[in-house]
């Protein structure tokens, strides 16, 4: 019997093969326990196909790869340390970054070989787990974990994948224009690529700001396109009161764990899958925990994308002052943390980020936004 007086022998089920879900039966086979992970598609990573994200280096001291082997994750996926890379402002100024230690590690999602999602699964197979593709679970019985992803969108990642004869890079664009309160980005990887507006209002215009994203990065450092295919999806953000439905834990999006200020989502994921996992195993209660290691980072998250959406493209260009500064990791890890000013500033900051809107400029009707077009019926 484990300490929660669950027999070893009866399978753990978890609903969801991201990274949340993952984690959660690595940590789990690691004890010696028995995992069955059920994915609604037929791989891994169905949602990004190919997609470049950043794995956020800067809300520890330590290096995020060596936290993943500190909790017994594989680091066994393509990883670019990006350190160097331009933020332009609304007028296209350009600020030069520089970092002595990685900002954040260009990573590839989705089911090819190299990416975060395939290294997770092949690991979890390796310790004995088995995933069943093409298995949505519509109902918990015994013993799990619900991993399933975001239920609503709070922000939208929209715009394309192709390959490129561009050299590897990463540049972004802070202009309500292009993406209303969030921003645009171009990361460029191996001869491919993904260009995005990432928004967090403006869902009904989705196109335009798509347009004028490609159109600026063209401008901006001669953005080139071969075979461009349409990519996006949607994230959600939420502190919830509790996380768990009756005995099951929520882990990563589906509980609503998120960066509210820009979306870097995964190691809050992945944290919450081994946090899951442990309350399991050790017996512990799974809200506590989550509250006490992610809850207060996702606070200040809070108060910051309430600050940022408030400033708009003047704002911006006093944060890409700030930006351009050396050691700006060190900068980003301290506007992460819990301070006295984010904490009195938390009730006004949760009063002005009211998540699971439904975005107000999309009325949901005729709309073809990322969200209306099917993520919404996916999920609820
Ligand atoms: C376009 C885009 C760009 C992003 N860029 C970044 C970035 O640069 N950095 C960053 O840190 N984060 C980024 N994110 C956020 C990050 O992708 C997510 O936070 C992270 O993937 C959440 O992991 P998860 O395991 O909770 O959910 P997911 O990765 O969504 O995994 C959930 C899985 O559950 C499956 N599923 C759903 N329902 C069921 C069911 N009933 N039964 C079985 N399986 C089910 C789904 O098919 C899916 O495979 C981005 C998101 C988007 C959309």
Redesign the pocket.
């Known amino acids: 019997m484990t300490k929660n007086n669950m027999h070893p022998e009866v399978p753990v089920e978890i ?7 993952l984690a959660a039966a690595i940590t789990l086979a690691h004890a010696g326990r028995k995992v069955i992970v ?4 037929k791989e ?5 196909g190919g ?1 470049f ?4 280096n800067w809300t520890t001291r330590e290096n995020v790869l060596s936290v993943f082997k500190s909790m017994g994750l594989t680091t066994d996926f393509n990883a670019r340390p990006c350190r160097d890379g331009t933020v332009f402002n609304a007028a296209g100024k350009p600020y030069e970054i520089k970092s002595d230690e990685p900002l954040f590690y260009l990573i590839e ?1 989705g089911p090819g070989p190299d990416t975060l999602d395939s290294a997770l699964l092949r690991q979890a197979q390796s310790l004995g787990v088995e995933v069943h593709f093409n ?4 109902h918990m019985a015994g013993e799990g974990i619900l ?4 239920r609503a969108a709070d922000a939208i ?1 929209v715009g394309y994948h192709f390959e490129t004869d561009m050299a590897d890079g990463y540049w972004a664009i802070c202009d309500n224009e292009l993406a209303p309160q969030g921003y645009a980005y171009l990361l460029v990887m191996n001869g491919r690529g993904t260009v ?1 507006s990432c928004m967090f209002s403006g869902f009904k215009q989705e196109k335009l700001y798509v347009q004028r994203t490609v159109e600026a990065f063209q401008r901006l450092v001669g953005l080139e396109m071969k075979n461009p295919q349409p990519h ?4 959600n953000f939420r502190i919830p009161q509790s996380a768990c439905s009756g005995p099951h834990p929520l ?4 509980a609503g764990f ?1 960066d509210t200020l820009w ?5 809050l ?1 992945i944290s919450s899958g081994v946090l899951a996992a442990q309350s399991l195993l050790n017996g512990e209660n799974y809200d506590r925990l989550w509250q006490r290691e992610l809850k207060p980072q996702m606070e200040t998250s809070v108060v910051n994308r309430a600050l940022y959406s408030l400033v708009g493209n003047s704002g911006y260009r006093w944060f890409l002052r700030q930006v351009a500064k050396p050691n700006l990791r060190e900068l980003l890890r301290r506007q992460y943390q819990p301070s006295l000013i984010k904490q009195l500033l938390r009730p006004w900051a949760k009063r002005r980020y009211q998540s699971r809107r439904k975005d107000l400029t999309c009325d949901h009707i005729d709309c073809h936004c990322i969200w209306c077009r099917g993520e919404c019926c996916v ?1 609820d």
Do not use: I, N, W
Request: aromatic share 6%; glycine share 24%.
């Open positions: 609903a969801g093969a991201g990274p949340a879900g059920h994915e609604t598609y891994v990573g169905h949602r990004f997609d994200q950043g794995l956020e999602r298995s949505r679970l519509r991993a399933a992803g975001p990642a995005k996006g999806g949607s994230g882990v990563g999006e589906q998120q979306g870097f989502g995964m190691r994921a999920h």
